[in-house]
């Protein structure tokens, strides 16, 4: 992928190893915010910068792997990346993860970001099924996977356990883009 603008003045373009530092506040910022991930603030463990850069250098290698970010005026606010698996049985199918920093969400960035991770699979025709996990309190980004087409296939009953009283279902969603 090359990049392209949106209406927002919002460039999306492939990660490159100098996002490193800013990936890394990006996530660091929404872990602090403990309400969408496993691991709880002090679980966090964090990569140092020149992990980070290596791991971009080892994503941009692989064609199984993608990270595509958004950068508004030169600043990355936000970010998805793909996975999938070298198992033979497998390798058909991978799962994302996506983050925006908290002040530019609800814009339509997060929709841009996997509209691009979605074409970027279109175009790896080994890849068949993009799948995802998600809080089932989650609703913002549950709605942004609906609207994009991805589809419940299950979900883990209380797999997470937010505090005494409150519990998340890991809602498990998938969409087919061969
Ligand atoms: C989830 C996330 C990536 C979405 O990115 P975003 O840029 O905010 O998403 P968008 O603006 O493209 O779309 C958000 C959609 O949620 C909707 N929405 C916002 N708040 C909502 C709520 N409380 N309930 C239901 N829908 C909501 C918006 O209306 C919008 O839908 P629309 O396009 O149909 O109007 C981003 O909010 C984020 O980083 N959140 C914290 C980390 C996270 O949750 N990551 C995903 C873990 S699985």
Redesign the pocket.
């Known amino acids: 992928m090359t990049g392209g603008m949106n209406h927002q003045n919002c460039l999306i373009r492939t990660v490159k190893p100098g996002d490193a530092e800013a990936l890394l506040a990006i996530s660091t910022s ?1 872990i602090s ?1 403990g ?3 496993i691991r709880v603030p002090e679980e966090s463990e964090e990569m140092s910068p020149d992990q980070q850069r290596e791991h971009i250098q080892k994503v941009l290698k692989n064609d199984r792997e993608t990270m595509i970010v ?1 950068e508004i005026d030169g600043e990355v606010v ?1 970010s ?1 990346d793909f996975r999938s698996h070298h198992l033979k049985r497998l390798a058909h199918t991978g799962s994302i ?6 002040n ?11 509209k691009a991770l979605l074409d970027w699979a279109e175009q790896h025709p080994h890849i068949e099924k993009v799948s ?4 089932s309190t ?8 609906k ?1 994009l087409g991805f589809i419940e296939e299950g979900r883990k009953i209380k797999e997470f356990k937010l505090d005494d009283n409150h519990y998340a279902d890991d809602i498990l969603m998938y969409k087919f883009v061969q």
Do not use: D, H
Request: charged share 15%.
């Open positions: 929404i915010e309400a969408y991930f958004a936000g998805v993860s996506m983050s925006v920093s908290e530019y969400r609800n814009m339509g960035i997060g929709k841009n970001l996997l995802l996990g998600v809080f989650n609703q913002r980004a549950i709605s942004l996977y609207r």
